[in-house]
């Protein structure tokens, strides 16, 4: 599904982000990179759907090198989770959800009016999967921090994709909703078929909702490994 080869970033200023990074992930997957603050991941996954240009290495979504011609089809099919949410605050949840049909070019909230009813559908619907169905109408300010990430959730999942990138979706979260909301992201990932790639920096959580994990350290991955094989020594690698 996707296949990063040698991918190295280094930023104005100087800083190796990634440092020849090689992963591989399969249809289906569901993968967390775990790593510290400053580690990579955020421009790991930024990487893959063209948020950071590639500057060094290559990136294969489904069999195909990402190139700049490629790249709108990669983005159309990959869903982005943030940490922060990223709503429009004074729109409602289903407003919100329906700017996930936007492209990125196509900032012109105003055009509202333009969305059909059947995509008008398809979001009541991406609204009922994460549970959210009867919040539909509010104000995306008057929702609790969880039932903002399930909206952010609904808005990557109504565009189909076959690729969600998480970045850290649970941390500006309690526990409890960081659990509903990591519980939501499997129910998709098996439900749909729909890979998941997901930055986090709690250990508990991707070993409980991974299938594997990677370890991210100053943009080298230290290791790649079956949930179940990783255990606090592995861990301890990248927190040393
Ligand atoms: N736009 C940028 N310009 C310069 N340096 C950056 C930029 N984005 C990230 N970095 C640096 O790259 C490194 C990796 O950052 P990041 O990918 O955000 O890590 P993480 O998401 O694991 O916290 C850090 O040292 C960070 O300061
Ligand atoms: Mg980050």
Redesign the pocket.
Known sequence: MIEIKNLK?T???G????RGVNLKVNKGEFIS?L????????????SINGL?KIESGNIFFEEEKITETYLPEVQKKTGMIFQEFNLVNNLSAINNVLTGLLNSSSKFLSMFYLFTKEQKLEALKALETVGLLNKSYNRADELSGGQRQRVGIARAIIKKPTLLLA??PVASLDPKAADLIMSLLKKINQQFNITVIC?L?QVELASQYSDRIVG?LD?EILFNEHAKNVDKFTIKEIYR
């Open positions: 970033k930023f104005d200023g800083t190796e982000a990634l990179i790593g510290p603050s400053g580690s990579g991941k955020t421009t790991l996954l930024r950071e970045d850290e930055n920096h991210l943009g």
